[in-house]
């Protein structure tokens, strides 16, 4: 890991801090001025460890969404809600090209039966959330949460083709995101909220960043050139 990569890093753990720091004091200046921060410092980091395009492009569409989720206006939070999904369709292009179906395509039949439980679990765990919220979620707002909440869920099962962290994060995002859904059904909520949805959100992009990191090949921020003149083609 390079100088600045571990710089940026530092940064985005400072700014994580300061973010669930003032959600814990309920300093709602320091939390507006800090989570703007944090997934553009992550995606920084990223970049400079080589990432692929595509997760840099999921962590700036989730900045997007804490942007606009720091307003309480219907049509921000449905707008954020936008954003998060276009970066879970990035993190699906993610996983279907660095998990390892792409390379062995025909697992053995132990796994597969692994991977339909699982399957299972997920899908259980999508409809008792959704039985739950139902009753509670505003008219306008059952239909936008049912597809949000369905593409979320595949992230997250499809997140532990890439192994533990990955996988790890995947989950902590469903679980942010149900808290968010939660308050918006008006179901009761745990102590500081916003604390718990912060805390999990930051957990499940670190994990997620650290899991692409891991499976994917690393890419040259400025690629090296060839005894011939040029330089060989970026991914």
């Known amino acids: 890991m390079s100088r600045p990569s571990r710089v940026l890093l530092a940064a985005f753990a400072l ?33 400079l460890r080589g990432a692929p395009r595509l997760l840099t492009a999921a962590l700036l569409l989730g900045w997007a969404g804490d942007v606009l989720l720091l307003s ?5 939070f449905l707008t954020g809600m936008a954003s998060f999904a276009a970066g879970h369709v990035c993190y699906l292009a993610l ?30 765990a999508l409809l008792v959330t959704l039985a739950v919220l139902w009753p509670g979620l505003p008219a306008e707002l059952r239909a936008p949460v049912a597809g949000y909440s369905l593409l979320l869920t595949g992230m997250a099962y499809r997140a532990t083709t ?18 968010i859904a939660t308050g918006v059904a008006n179901l009761p909520q745990l102590p500081n909220p916003d604390l718990w949805i912060m805390l ?36």
């Open 72 to 76: 309480d206006a219907d049509p921000a």
């Open 162 to 179: 890439l192994g533990l962290l990955a996988g790890t994060g995947g989950a902590l995002f469903l679980l942010s995101d149900t808290l």
């Open 15 to 47: 700014a994580a801090a300061a973010d669930l720091t003032s959600l814990a004091v309920g300093s709602d200046t320091g939390h507006a001025l800090a989570k703007p921060l944090l997934m553009p410092l992550l995606a920084a980091h990223a970049h």
């Open 200 to 235: 999990t959100y930051i957990a499940a992009q670190s994990l997620l960043t650290a899991g692409v990191l891991a499976a994917a090949p690393r890419t040259a921020t400025h690629p090296p050139v060839t005894s011939s003149g040029s330089a060989p083609a970026a991914r």
């Open 95 to 124: 996983f279907r090209t660095y998990g390892p179906e792409s390379r062995t395509p025909n697992g053995t039949p132990r796994a597969r039966a692994a991977r339909h439980s699982l399957a299972a679990a997920y899908a259980l």
